[in-house]
């Protein structure tokens, strides 16, 4: 089998970082997402890795993940961004459609305030978000934990926009700053563990 027909039999799996935003000139979430290719994700998982970076814009993101979708049939989607406040990698749980107030990189809002994508006002993840915290956390040396709270800016709105697509099959990420403490491969190697235990229970869902 040749290597393009390879890749076409192998689950895609979509991971999105973020571009520049207030403080952040060079964006953590990014860094980790481009990294996930040095420590050997797609041979590793057996996956064709698509990656894509997502500027801090309420149209582009409420437009292009949805495309996203469409385009790759993606087994799995995964966002990843930066936090200020995370100490570690951080799982959210859930997001919410309602709520937004900080303007994006345009200066611009959501109409409304709020993501139109889907009318139910909070969505939530259908992974067992726990167990991938813990199996990750013990088998791959990278503290992962849990939020309920994703921050209700463009993090927030890109998780809404992919579970309104497939719950079952999406989940945001949210990391450190680089090198507080870890560096963008240490991230990756956390964020390949995460992926790892999703595709798991994709595979446990349909055994």
Known sequence: MGDAAKNKSLPVVVVTGFGPFGHHKVNASWEAVKALRDVDTENDLKIKLVTHNLPVEYDYVETEVPKLWKEHNPELVIHVGVSSVASSITLETQAYKSGYKQTDNCGRLPVSGCNCL????????????????????????????????????????????????????????????????????????????????????RKRLKN
Request: aromatic share 8%.
């Open 118 to 201: 889907c009318e139910t006002e909070c969505l939530q993840s259908t992974l067992d978000v726990p167990s991938i915290s813990t199996t990750v956390t013990e088998k791959d040396g990278v503290p992962v934990c849990i939020s309920k709270d994703a921050g209700r800016y463009l993090c927030e709105f890109s998780y809404f926009s992919s579970l309104s697509q497939d719950k079952s099959k999406a989940i945001f990420i949210h990391v450190p700053e680089l090198n507080k403490p870890y560096t963008a491969n240490e991230l990756a190697k956390g964020i390949k563990g995460v992926i790892r235990e999703m595709l798991n229970q």
